[in-house]
């Protein structure tokens, strides 16, 4: 028998289609893939040099728990350079990617009774975390035309005085849309007001566009900071998802429980990962600039394409590598002889009759849209979307 915890646990949506996007390209299919969550860059040499370095020199051992010195002060370093942000070593902890640092933060802060609030469309591992840690994600819908904003007002409706905390995703996945900083001002406090923590996922940070700066709420107010965790990590920024090291700041107790479960559970985070991660975030930046470059070009060309198709609009991503495109005039009409229910029903043609992989918008909280990353060659993106026109064209 399995516990409850794990039988109403569904795997990660995104990583299904990503392996379901691989077994149909092993079967010899021309698959074009827009699933992918990671960048398709490679990790930059001197990073990976720096890993190979280690190993030769036998840094092949435990370390602390918490990750090592000289990688919380790179940290240190980074939040201060990039953000203004004072931070000492017991507020700094490494984990095992992004998503082990959320999901120790969770274990650490909410638990059964609390109420935690999420903006949708939200990165799809947020509610099953939460429901892990015992609490209940309640869902704000935000809106398209709204430019993906919570106000004050909005978020009042939703607070009582179960609510133990607000997960911000900014720029988000799946949508790339950001907070103005005025409505991170009026977030934050209504935080302080009513006592809850900010959880800031400011993973896309470095993966923005056009005019847009990336401001933590963090750095906006001390009172604010007192309780916002942030966490960051190397995968998106450094092309390293592969090698599994995230980190987190905010307020010495919390690191401290976060610290305590990752002592029960993993233990460190790879020792040769951390000081590869020491030379991501030390070493030269130029690599980021390039990958984003890049990423704007096929952002500005995704963007455009789909607009062009009837009925379809498509919000301009402020940063990460996803265009969230709203296909909701399409629900309801007929393609190849089958019915659009909805955005899964809408995958799975694309998948099955024009071999494009996409993720359902509902998997983010928004049904009526799809997910598609640019975190793939040009080529693909050319020829993906000559398949999602055709199939538009087709709809009937
Ligand atoms: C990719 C991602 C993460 C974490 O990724 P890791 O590879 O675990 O570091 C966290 N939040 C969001 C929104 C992401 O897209």
Redesign the pocket.
């Known amino acids: 028998m399995l516990s409850k915890r794990a039988e109403s646990l569904k795997p990660s949506p995104t990583l299904a289609i990503s392996a379901k996007e691989k077994a149909l390209k092993a079967q010899g299919l021309d698959i074009a893939g827009f699933g992918a969550?990671e960048p398709d860059f490679d990790t930059p040499s001197h990073i990976k040099d720096e890993a190979i370095k280690a190993i030769k020199e036998n840094f092949t051992r435990y370390t602390p728990v918490g990750g090592i010195d000289p990688l919380k002060d790179a940290v240190i370093e980074k939040f201060k350079r990039d953000n203004g942000l004072e931070y000492k070593r017991d507020e700094i902890l490494i984990s095992c990617?992004?998503?082990?640092a959320?999901y120790n933060l969770f274990q650490a802060i909410f638990q059964e009774g609390d109420e935690v609030i999420i903006p949708a469309p939200y990165?799809v591992s947020y509610p099953p975390m939460v429901e892990l840690a015992g609490a209940k994600p309640v869902i704000i819908d935000t809106k398209e035309e709204e430019d993906y904003q919570i106000t004050a007002e909005m978020l009042k409706k939703y607070i009582n005085s179960r609510t133990k905390g607000i997960i911000l995703?900014y720029p988000?996945?799946p949508v790339g849309s950001i907070f103005y900083r005025e409505n991170l001002e009026e977030i934050g406090k209504l935080a302080v007001t009513h006592d809850f923590y900010i959880v800031s996922?400011e993973?896309?940070e470095k993966i923005t566009y056009d005019d847009y700066i990336h401001v933590s709420i963090a750095s906006l107010d001390p009172e604010f900071k007192k309780r916002t965790i942030i966490?960051h990590?190397v995968?998106?920024t450094y092309a390293m998802?592969g090698w599994?090291i995230?980190f987190t700041a905010g307020p010495a107790a919390i690191v401290k429980a976060m610290n305590n479960i990752q002592s029960q559970s993993t233990s460190n985070p790879t020792s040769i990962s951390q000081m590869a991660s020491i030379a991501a975030l030390t070493g030269p930046q130029d690599s980021i600039a390039v990958m984003v470059g890049e990423f704007k070009k096929r952002r500005d060309f995704l963007v455009s394409e789909l607009k062009s198709i009837p009925g379809v609009s498509c919000y301009l991503p402020k940063g990460a590598f996803y265009v969230f495109p709203n296909f909701n005039a399409f629900l309801g009409k007929r393609l190849n002889g089958k019915e659009i229910k909805d955005s899964s029903t809408l995958t799975e043609i694309l998948l099955e009759d024009y071999h494009t992989a996409v993720v359902p918008g509902v998997e983010f909280g928004k049904e009526g849209y799809l997910r598609l990353s640019f975190a793939t060659s040009m080529d693909v993106i050319k020829k993906g979307v000559e398949r999602i026109k055709k199939a538009a064209a087709s709809v009937v």
């Not at 990617?97 to 082990?100: F, T, V, Y």
């Open positions: 969550g990617g992004g998503k082990h959320l990165w995703n988000s996945n996922d993973i896309y966490c990590g995968s998106k998802t599994r995230g």
